[in-house]
């Protein structure tokens, strides 16, 4: 077998962990952010302390908190995602006409969401997979057109197979809107270009990132290990 066709083992034990590590870099003191459910809430607890950034959940929260540590009275403070919650001192709650006005009115700084397939135009898939019940399609549609910058935090490969493609081959949630993934294997950042390998994990070679996915990817001159 060539490096290229060498099956990778991946430690998953905090394989969530890491990608959040890593997404929590992107964040900016004074952002307006807006997470996904599943892993881009635990971006927050990677945050270093000199960055603070305002949570928004369009649940209608502003100033949300992380999962409290005494387990709470489920009827109450809960995430996008129905989790457990709470509200930052000075935090708010409010209406979903108005969460929603804030994201639709581009006062999201960045918004961090999970994905079951993103292509080589940034176009996402993160929504529903044809024959499969689903709650609802949330705010993730509002969301990715309304946030100035839209960062996927996923696993490369789902049982194996890429979940980045050449096209999404699911219904979309929204074109050309994808600005950086994020995953245990690296950073891609979505240029006109196309997708640009940014980043590496020093656990993969450069061969193994390219057979994980599917589109065509660039591996910059400037490639460094993540931070």
């Keep these: 077998m060539t490096a290229a066709t060498t099956p990778v083992v991946i430690d998953r034990t905090n394989l969530k962990e890491f990608i959040a590590r890593r997404v929590a870099k992107e964040l900016r003191d004074g952002d307006f952010v807006n997470l996904g459910i599943g892993l881009p809430t635990l971006v927050p607890q990677f945050l270093a302390p000199e960055v603070q950034v305002t949570l928004q959940a369009e649940v209608g929260m502003v100033g949300a908190g992380p999962c409290p540590a005494v387990e709470p009275d489920p009827r109450y ?33 960045a918004t961090v969401l999970g994905a079951l397939q993103v292509d080589a135009e940034g176009n996402l898939a993160n929504w529903i997979i044809p024959g499969k019940m689903v709650p609802g399609m949330g705010g993730a549609m509002d969301l990715v057109v309304g946030a100035k910058r839209v960062i996927v935090a996923m696993e490369h490969t789902q049982r194996g197979e890429p979940k980045i493609l050449p096209r999404c081959t699911l219904p979309l949630t929204a074109v050309k809107c994808v600005d950086l993934i994020v995953t245990e294997m690296g950073v891609i950042e979505v240029r006109p270009t196309g997708l640009v390998l940014t980043e590496i994990n020093p656990e993969f070679t450069v061969a193994q990132v390219v057979a994980a996915t599917a589109a065509v990817l660039t591996v910059s001159p400037n490639l460094v290990e993540i931070r």
């Design 77 to 109: 403070v809960v995430d996008a995602g129905g989790k457990p919650a709470s509200i930052r001192l000075g935090g708010a709650f409010i209406d979903s006409v108005t969460s929603f006005t804030l994201i639709r009115g581009g006062h999201v700084d």
